[in-house]
């Protein structure tokens, strides 16, 4: 992953973690969407973005992709 690209994905991804402490899961669940669609291969933003997943067929996916990536 390139450089900026990769500096965007970490700061969303402390973006979520922030946010989810901040009571704030819908906003942290969409910015985790933005680092999966910006980082499909990144299994981090694929862990993250299960933590905040609004269904349980979702964080599912979620994980087994981040499994299948690392």
Known sequence: MQKKLQAEVSQL???VG???QQGE???AYQSSLRAT????GEPLAWYVR????PSSE????CLSR?????
């Open 13 to 15: 991804l402390e973006e």
């Open 18 to 20: 922030q946010l989810i």
């Open 37 to 40: 669609n910006m980082a499909p």
């Open 25 to 27: 899961r819908e906003r």
């Open 50 to 53: 299960s933590q905040t997943a």
């Open 58 to 61: 979702e964080q599912l996916m």
């Open 66 to 70: 981040a499994y299948s990536l690392d």
